[in-house]
């Protein structure tokens, strides 16, 4: 470091400038990713009567949407670090839910193992179960939620890594990625609210 400053003032603003292109570029790139989201989020919020939340300093805008007097949203996460890799969420606040915990994954491990999230459940779809291990404190309400069409909705999302977790009141469906085009952002919102009414009905 200190080599790269002796070596002249003319190198040092050579490499100012240098900085400041790359800065101009990484910002012109996240205007044009932001200004298409929110074009996205504003026909979504047409689809299901919900409403865009511009984006704050160094964030994403966010689709806020509402079922039944339940709070959700749909959100681009930052999970920080050199990499910048970004999880797509939705998520949904259920302040008077049963104190029950759900865990929906793709990681593969000996069946029968038990987590915080309950011991292993499976729904007799040899399809989801193949696809994924079902966790849950309460089986009675994980298959009330775990409906044919639920299941099928969450399926279309197996090869993201999609995890979808119910804790604390909160349910939370998130994939590991930036989904930046408008059917998969479609898909994730219309599987989230299917979630969020079956939820809410389990009391």
Do not use: C
């Not at 603003?13 to 900085?19: D, E, K, Q």
């Amino acid at each position: 470091m200190l080599e790269f400053f002796a070596s002249g003032p003319g190198s040092l603003v050579a490499s100012i400038a240098i900085l400041a292109v790359v800065f101009a570029g990484a910002n012109f790139f996240v205007k044009k990713r932001t200004a298409v989201l929110v074009d996205i989020f504003q026909r979504l919020a047409l689809k299901y009567n919900g409403t865009v939340v511009p984006a704050k300093r160094l964030g994403w805008p966010r689709l806020a949407l509402r079922h039944d007097g339940i709070e959700a949203e749909l959100f681009i996460k930052s999970r920080g670090g050199e990499d910048r890799q970004y999880d797509t969420v939705f998520s949904a606040v259920f302040p008077s839910l049963r104190p029950y915990k759900i865990r929906i994954y793709r990681e593969r491990r000996v069946f029968g193992i038990g987590t915080v999230f309950g011991q292993d459940i499976a729904t007799g779809n040899p399809e989801f179960d193949e696809a994924f291990v079902i966790q849950g404190t309460d089986e009675t309400a994980l298959r009330s939620i775990l409906t044919p069409e639920v299941q099928m909705k969450v399926l279309m999302f197996k090869d993201l890594g999609v995890n979808v977790t119910v804790r604390d009141h909160k349910l939370s469906l998130e994939v590991p990625r930036f989904l930046k085009d408008e059917q998969p952002l479609d898909l994730l919102a219309d599987a989230g609210l299917a979630l969020v009414k079956k939820i809410k009905g389990t009391g």
